[in-house]
Nanobody
Framework: QVQLVESGGGLVQDGGSLRLSCAAS????????FAWFRQAPMKERELVAA????????LYGDSVKGRFTISRDNAKNTVYLQMNSLKPEDTAIYYC?????????WGQGTQVTVSS
């Protein structure tokens, strides 16, 4: 069972940047495509960005295109999300997981708060 631990969130001002990390346990990391999701209060969880097993295919949600960059390091069992030009509407808890069900157990996520 893969366990996921997200980190790197925090409080930033409008226009700021953050880099999130997602560390995965186990030795099957490179077998999975991963995604970052986010959930704001009273809203559905939404997919932010996804990356294929070798990093060759990447997709982004429309709201983050051109501002966020997803990457992965299979040697470190880690997925990253570089977030630039942050906006207040990016405020949410960010989670990583497989790109589609069946999902691994959800981690606690990391809170990102963007102040205006």
């Amino acid at each position: 069972q893969v366990q996921l631990v997200e980190s790197g969130g925090g409080l930033v001002q409008d226009g700021g940047s953050l880099r999130l990390s997602c560390a995965a346990s186990g030795n099957t990391f490179s077998s999975y495509s991963f995604a970052w999701f986010r959930q704001a209060p009273m809203k559905e969880r939404e997919l932010v960005a996804a990356i294929a097993r070798t990093g060759g295919r990447i997709l982004y949600g429309d709201s983050v295109k051109g501002r966020f960059t997803i990457s992965r390091d299979n040697a470190k069992n880690t997925v990253y999300l570089q977030m630039n030009s942050l906006k207040p509407e990016d405020t949410a808890i960010y989670y990583c997981n497989f790109i589609s069900p069946p999902f691994a157990s959800w981690g606690q996520g990391t809170q990102v708060t963007v102040s205006s």
